[in-house]
């Protein structure tokens, strides 16, 4: 039995002849244009490739080895050499709701184009806006506009001041605000002084004083007015500037998208996020002496948005 079942070691090795073949080497021939064997599975993943309608997905699962990613990933490639080039996908920060970034739709090959874009505009602006505000055309500008205000205030407080002196009164500031304060002899008049004074002129000294409180009130409500103006006047000072900056630096940007409706339509959106948030791009510790106090937050620059304009990038 073991004589008639034994192998010599020539008969476990198969011998192919060269001479079989009608090709010199295998870079003669043309590649294997289809998968062998696996018929069902390629018309399955070809009749998922064809299905047009929205919400159906091709899942393949095989034993591991058997070549099933290497088939799939072949058959998808030839198919999308059919197709038309898709536009890339962009999910960018929504300034309306920053909890539910958008999707843009970007011409095919630009997606990372334009994200390296808004990168290099966020750097060239942290660099760019704070020496624009250091500069001393700024400044003077800043400085004009601001002693404008203060000059009316000081002229509110001087005409406050020549009311009291009429009425022989004077202004004390206490922890309350501003108090009247009557004076005799060119004194502020003391508590025991008043309380010596006959009871009718204590009375008529009373009633100047209730009655100047209100003209002191008054001032401070138009001197608050005015401050509030000078706020406001030093905001848009610093809008104008950065929109200023920000179009020099964003016009090319927006003349490589001007048929892209939609990139546009962002690209506002970021401009006028920039403008309305520019102290994000200022730093806390630039020195007071340089520029107003006001134009910084106390906090570090946090480009809340502007980092997160493209949160990822989906070339298809």
């Given amino acids: ?32 244009d289809e998968v062998i064997g696996q018929a069902r599975a390629v018309q399955a ?21 058997t070549g099933k990613s290497t088939i799939t990933n072949d058959i998808t490639r030839k198919h999308a050499e059919t197709m038309p080039t898709p536009d890339d996908w962009c999910m960018v920060n929504n300034f309306q709701d920053p909890y539910r970034p958008k999707p843009l739709s970007v011409p095919s090959g630009k997606g990372v184009i334009i994200s390296r874009q808004m990168d290099r505009l966020v750097q060239t602006l942290k660099n ?15 400085n004009s506009a601001q002693e404008t205000f203060a000059k009316q205030e000081v002229d509110q407080f001087k ?6 002196h009429e009425r022989k009164l004077s202004i004390a500031k206490t922890n309350v605000g501003l108090q009247a304060i009557p004076v005799r002899d060119g004194k502020p008049l003391t508590q025991e002084d008043f309380q010596k004074l006959p009871k009718e002129t204590q009375q008529q000294i009373e009633t100047a004083v209730q009655e100047f409180q209100k003209e002191i009130d008054a001032t401070i409500r138009d001197v608050n007015k005015i401050r509030q103006e000078r706020g406001k006047s030093a905001e848009k000072l610093m809008a104008e500037t950065t929109l200023s900056v920000v179009e020099e630096q964003m016009d090319f940007i927006m003349d490589a998208y001007e048929d892209c409706a939609e990139i546009k339509a962002y690209l506002q ?7 309305e948030n520019v102290r994000d791009f200022l730093p806390s510790s630039q020195p007071a002496e340089k520029a107003p106090a006001f134009l910084f937050q106390p906090e570090t620059p946090r480009f809340r948005n502007t980092r997160s304009m493209f949160w990822s990038i989906a070339g298809a």
């Fill in 1 to 32: 039995m073991k004589d008639t079942y034994e192998l010599d070691p020539c008969d476990l090795r198969y011998m192919c002849e060269p001479d079989v073949f009608e090709f010199e080497s295998t870079a003669d021939i043309e590649p294997l």
């Fill in 45 to 65: 993943i070809d009749f998922g490739l064809n299905m047009k309608s929205p919400g159906y997905n091709i899942f393949v699962t095989g034993i591991e080895g």
């Fill in 128 to 142: 760019k806006l704070p020496k624009t505000f250091e500069d001393s055309a700024f400044q003077e500008k800043m």
């Fill in 159 to 164: 005409k406050l001041e020549q009311k009291a």
């Fill in 269 to 275: 959106e970021v401009r006028e996020d920039i403008v």
